[in-house]
């Protein structure tokens, strides 16, 4: 079925001086009767849409929003600027925190082989070892060259394995590194472990070549090998003992070094 254009037309009216309605000239006019059905008055002409709803082609003065009845553009409460003002301060917080142990680590890093690590704090950290609330901790990586072998030392305070409870057992950690692809597999350079005496000269070390068959030594697949090293690198009573320099200002430091570094 076609649909039809509804035209509505109200025909002006006014009244005589004789009191009676009369019809004006224009709209007894043929001509200018059609005329006034092709222009619509607002709000009169009205569409038959494709899905059967009437609509107004003009905009109806009850359509038009009356500012009495608009609502005030509103602002944040200050409690809300005071919350949002502690988030963004707690983020900033965040980044700076995160960008002062990246600067930190990078400072630590080497990568010449040669690797020192101090273990301030020593004591507490040697109680917690004891509880086995954190038997182990982990040094910052390092690396063999700009582009060798990156690494990490891992250290049992309270020692692990056949030095549990009785030694410092100390162990290197290959660790995935963004040159991989290019060196030599399995790992297989000496690895030398020193206990620094910080006063005087008794300096302790330990060396290991690795076994070529440990799966330690091999290329990483994940982020870290299996560590391997010395689980009996250092008895705890001689830590201790009064003549004993190794611990100073509550720091303890090792030093690793990574024999052949010419990679």
Known sequence: MARILYLEEKVSAR????????????ASSPLTSDLSRLAPAPATLSCLLPCGILRPTHEHPSHRLDPRTQLPPTSPSPSFQVAQQDTLLALKDVMISNLGARVEALEQTSYNGQFLWRLPDIGRKMQQALSRQTPALTSPPFYTGRYGYKLCLKVYLNGDGTGAGTHI???????????????KWPFHHKVTFTLLDQVGERHVS?????????????RPVSNCNIASGVPEFFPLCQLQAPEATYIHEDTLAFKVLIGDTNL
């Open 169 to 183: 057992s100390l162990f290197l950690v290959l660790m995935r590194g963004e040159y991989d692809c290019w060196l």
């Open 206 to 218: 330990s060396s290991f070549r690795p076994s070529e068959a440990s799966s330690s030594f091999q």
């Open 15 to 26: 009244p005589t001086t004789r009191g009676k309605e009369v019809r004006t000239p224009l």
